[in-house]
């Protein structure tokens, strides 16, 4: 059975990093998009950053320059780089595949079927 598990969250101050990491067992996400996602308490889930089929990355405005996504095919695993923290990015962390690949552009969560469960990320001042 195809699932994703998070992990790499944690409680961190402004400015500080940390790396998620999501690990794909039961299928090769190579041939998905896979994306990152977060939601906060009261907030709709959002698209943080994209890998799509064919290599490319895309982020959304507010993690530009301070994250950065890529991927270990040999370990099926999908990371997810964050740098200089800010009070706005803690959130609920997931990480999520598109078998038919528009997500990664358009970062619908409805384009993605198969989520993980999720990994918190705190930063505080």
């Known amino acids: 059975q195809a699932r994703l598990a998070e992990s790499g969250g944690g409680s961190v101050q402004v400015g500080g990093s940390l790396r998620l990491s999501c690990v794909a067992s039961g299928y090769r996400y190579d041939s998905y998009c896979m994306g990152w996602f977060r939601q906060a308490p009261g907030k709709e889930r959002e698209g943080v950053a994209s890998f799509d089929r064919d290599g490319a990355k895309r982020y959304t405005d507010s993690v530009k320059g301070r994250f950065a996504i890529s991927k270990d095919s040999a370990k099926n695993t999908l990371y997810l780089q964050m740098n200089n923290l800010k009070a706005t990015d803690t959130a609920m962390y997931y990480c999520?595949?598109?078998?038919?690949?528009?997500?990664?552009?358009?970062?619908?969560?409805?384009?993605?079927?198969?989520w993980g469960q999720g990994t918190q990320v705190t930063v505080s001042s």
């Open positions: 999520a595949t598109d078998r038919n690949g528009p997500g990664c552009a358009t970062f619908r969560t409805s384009n993605f079927e198969n």
